[in-house]
């Protein structure tokens, strides 16, 4: 058990090298991308889900030291791995001598999730973590990694040397929502399900010249907008109270400067007032709106 998911990344980060290289799909969520550079290890990009062309970074680069993928829902696009790709991933880490952390944090998310890449092989070096975060309550730091026992053994020494645990009450709130956590997660599932056919919506008649690029799943829209840097933008609609991330804070590359991601974890007037403001933002046109109205909404 660790301290959110984000510890579990922290702790298998730890045991790199600088120099360590990683190959990671870009974009990714940008705690993992930190958790690596803070090792200073060296970061490979790989187009999500491209199975073939990390094949081909393999030979490319001769050494990979760990491949790092969001199977079950990636964050931010909401695609999931395929069985088939995730069985040939499994076999190109073992093939390169390459641990694979197999982060499964939104997994709660997905319809129906994939097998965990550690099932296609268990004697191969799979890390796979995970997450109470997106089903339950994100402030409850309360995540897990499962690992072969060598791994277990070295990894909890330095998590006992970080925070000697993780705090029993949380873990105890998780414990007893447990039995409960299929139910939760449908409900979560169903709720965004339809915030996020609401968002798409709001975005193809505010903003018609942006592209929601996400799959079906998941809390966020991934949108192509129609600028080719969007960091004005995102100023101006940050003065207008709403809050988005910029594509280029997923990526250790200089892409996705085109790219925002919306959280679309809220009501549908908070949604649609957002939404409004955003396009009057893209417009030029953004009054000052009471400060942090919207904060935190997409
Ligand atoms: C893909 C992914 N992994 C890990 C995390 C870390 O989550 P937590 O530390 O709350 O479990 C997040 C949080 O957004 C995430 O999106």
């Given at each position: 058990v660790t301290t959110g998911s984000q510890q579990a990344l922290a702790l298998i980060a730890s045991e790199l090298e600088r120099n360590d290289r990683v190959m990671i799909e870009?974009?990714?969520y940008f705690g993992a991308i930190h958790a690596y550079l803070d090792r200073r290890a060296k970061l490979i990009p790989l187009p999500v889900g491209d199975i073939e062309r990390a094949g081909t970074i393999a030979i490319r680069e001769h050494r990979i030291d760990l491949i790092h993928v969001?199977?079950?829902?990636?964050?931010?696009?909401?695609r999931q791995l395929g069985r088939a790709a995730g069985h040939r991933l499994v076999e190109l880490a073992a093939r390169c001598g390459a641990t694979l952390v197999d982060d499964?944090?939104?997994?709660?998310?997905?319809?129906e999730p994939r097998p965990f890449l550690a099932a296609h092989d268990p004697g191969a070096d799979v890390i796979t973590i995970g997450s109470f975060s997106k089903v339950l309550?994100?402030?409850?730091?309360v995540g897990w990694l499962r690992a072969p026992a060598p791994t277990i053994t070295r990894l909890s020494a330095r998590k006992a040397a970080l925070?000697?645990?993780?705090p029993a009450l949380d873990q105890a709130l998780v414990h007893h929502c447990l039995p409960y956590l299929d139910a939760l997660a449908a409900h979560r599932r169903h709720q965004l399900a339809h915030a996020r056919a609401h968002a798409r919506a709001l975005l193809a008649e505010q903003l018609p010249g942006w592209h929601d690029e996400s799959?079906?799943?998941?809390?966020?829209l991934w949108v192509r907008t129609?600028?080719?840097?969007?960091d004005p933008l995102l100023d101006a609609a940050s003065h207008a109270g709403v809050a988005l991330t910029a594509?280029?804070?997923?990526?250790?590359?200089?892409?996705?400067?085109?790219h925002v991601r919306f959280?679309?974890?809220?009501?549908d007037d908070a949604l649609e007032t957002a939404m409004q403001r955003l396009a009057r933002a893209a417009g030029g046109s953004s009054p000052s709106e009471p400060a942090g109205f919207l904060h935190q909404v997409l």
């Amino acid at each position: 058990v660790t301290t959110g998911s984000q510890q579990a990344l922290a702790l298998i980060a730890s045991e790199l090298e600088r120099n360590d290289r990683v190959m990671i799909e870009d974009p990714t969520y940008f705690g993992a991308i930190h958790a690596y550079l803070d090792r200073r290890a060296k970061l490979i990009p790989l187009p999500v889900g491209d199975i073939e062309r990390a094949g081909t970074i393999a030979i490319r680069e001769h050494r990979i030291d760990l491949i790092h993928v969001t199977s079950a829902v990636h964050n931010p696009t909401g695609r999931q791995l395929g069985r088939a790709a995730g069985h040939r991933l499994v076999e190109l880490a073992a093939r390169c001598g390459a641990t694979l952390v197999d982060d499964q944090a939104l997994r709660y998310l997905a319809d129906e999730p994939r097998p965990f890449l550690a099932a296609h092989d268990p004697g191969a070096d799979v890390i796979t973590i995970g997450s109470f975060s997106k089903v339950l309550w994100s402030a409850l730091r309360v995540g897990w990694l499962r690992a072969p026992a060598p791994t277990i053994t070295r990894l909890s020494a330095r998590k006992a040397a970080l925070d000697l645990a993780t705090p029993a009450l949380d873990q105890a709130l998780v414990h007893h929502c447990l039995p409960y956590l299929d139910a939760l997660a449908a409900h979560r599932r169903h709720q965004l399900a339809h915030a996020r056919a609401h968002a798409r919506a709001l975005l193809a008649e505010q903003l018609p010249g942006w592209h929601d690029e996400s799959d079906d799943h998941g809390p966020f829209l991934w949108v192509r907008t129609d600028l080719d840097d969007t960091d004005p933008l995102l100023d101006a609609a940050s003065h207008a109270g709403v809050a988005l991330t910029a594509g280029r804070t997923l990526t250790a590359t200089d892409r996705w400067n085109t790219h925002v991601r919306f959280a679309v974890t809220t009501t549908d007037d908070a949604l649609e007032t957002a939404m409004q403001r955003l396009a009057r933002a893209a417009g030029g046109s953004s009054p000052s709106e009471p400060a942090g109205f919207l904060h935190q909404v997409l």
